[in-house]
Nanobody, 121 residues
Framework: QVQLVESGGGLVQPGGSLRLSCAAS????????MGWYRQPPGKQRESVAN???????SYANSVKGRFTISRDNAANTVALQMNRLKPDDTAVYYC???????????????WGQGTQVTVSS
C-alpha cells in the first residue's frame, strides 16, 4: 500500500514560520508531480504549490514570495517552508503526489491525512 504521511503543522503567530514535511512510503515505482493543497475553514480545497520531478515549481499567487516547496527524490519526500505567515493561511494542509505503484502501468493521485496550520496571535 502506498501512503503519504505529513508532519509539521501547528499554531504560529502572524509573521512566523512553519515547515511542513510529507513522506511517501510503500511499494512505489515512480513519483511524478508532488504538491501541497490547503482547505481553509468553510472553503474549498485549493492548490498552494507544486513541484515536478525535475524541480520546476509553481505557486498560488497568495503565497508567492513567502512559501517555498522542495523535494528529495531519493527519500520520496516533499516539504513546504512557510514564512511570513498570515491569519489567512490558516487551513488544513494536504500533501499530494502522483505515484505509480510498483509493477503498475498507471499512476494515481494520493493524498495525505492533512495537518492543521493555525496562524493567530
Amino acid at each position: 500500500q502506498v501512503q503519504l504521511v505529513e508532519s509539521g503543522g501547528g499554531l504560529v503567530q502572524p509573521g512566523g514560520s512553519l515547515r511542513l514535511s510529507c513522506a511517501a512510503s510503500g511499494r512505489i515505482g515512480s513519483i511524478y508531480d508532488m504538491g501541497w493543497y490547503r482547505q481553509p475553514p468553510g472553503k474549498q480545497r485549493e492548490s498552494v504549490a507544486n513541484i515536478t520531478t525535475g524541480g520546476s515549481v509553481s505557486y498560488a499567487n497568495s503565497v508567492k514570495g513567502r512559501f517555498t516547496i522542495s523535494r528529495d527524490n531519493a527519500a520520496n519526500t516533499v516539504a513546504l517552508q512557510m514564512n511570513r505567515l498570515k491569519p489567512d493561511d490558516t487551513a488544513v494542509y494536504y500533501c499530494n503526489a502522483e505515484i505509480q505503484p510498483f509493477r503498475s502501468l498507471v499512476y494515481y493521485k494520493y493524498w495525505g491525512q492533512g495537518t492543521q496550520v493555525t496562524v493567530s496571535s
